[in-house]
Each structure stands twice: as C-alpha cells, then as structure tokens.
Nanobody
Framework: QVQLEESGGGSVQTGGSLRLSCEVS????????WGWFRQVPGKEREGVAS????????SYADSVKGRFTISRDSAKRTLYLQMNNLKPEDTAMYYCATGSSEVTLWVGAYKYWGQGTQVTVSS
C-alpha cells in the first residue's frame, strides 16, 4: 500500500515563498508519475504540477508557470513543490498524488493521494 504525507504548508503574505514536501512509503513503481494538486472549498480539485520518475518530463498549470517548481528526490522518496511569488489566489489545500501512468494534471489519472496541507496567502 502506498502512503503519502504532505508537509510544509502555512500562512504567508503575498509575494512570499513556501516549499511543500510529500514523503512516500510503501511500494511504488518506476513507471509512476507524480503530481501536486490543490482544492478550495466548493471547487473541484485542480492540477498544479506533474513530473515523471526521472524528472525528464514536467507539466505545470498555466496559473503557476514561472512561480512554482516541482521536483523529486528518489533517494529520500520525497516529492517537492517550491512555491515563489505566492498570490492570494494560491490559497488552497494542497495534495500530492502518484500512481498515474502519464505526466498529467488530470485528477482522475492518480491512484494514491495524501491528506493535504493547507496554504494560505494573505494580501
């Protein structure tokens, strides 16, 4: 069973930075792709960034391009999301996920999900 645990969320002001981490336990496959997603109450969960196992293919939502960076440390079994120049509209619960067979921002492609970490950006 794959388990994911996010950390690193918090409250920052506009323009600030945060780095989210997602620690993985259990059996995963080299073919799995990884992603970060976010959700605000009353809205659908949306894809933020996705990466393959070798970090050779990466995809970002247009809303975060140039500000967010997804990365993986295979040795530490940890997925990261560096978020810079944060805006109030980035406020959401952030989730990491894996189990997809492709690099995609589509929520339905992922099998395993963490519990989320809250990010709040104040103006």
């Amino acid at each position: 069973q794959v388990q994911l645990e996010e950390s690193g969320g918090g409250s920052v002001q506009t323009g600030g930075s945060l780095r989210l981490s997602c620690e993985v336990s259990g059996n995963t496959y080299a073919s799995y792709r990884w992603g970060w997603f976010r959700q605000v109450p009353g809205k659908e969960r949306e894809g933020v960034a996705s990466i393959n196992a070798f970090s050779t293919t990466i995809s970002y939502a247009d809303s975060v391009k140039g500000r967010f960076t997804i990365s993986r440390d295979s040795a530490k079994r940890t997925l990261y999301l560096q978020m810079n120049n944060l805006k109030p509209e980035d406020t959401a619960m952030y989730y990491c996920a894996t189990g997809s067979s492709e690099v995609t921002l589509w929520v339905g492609a992922y099998k395993y999900w963490g519990q989320g970490t809250q990010v709040t950006v104040s103006s």
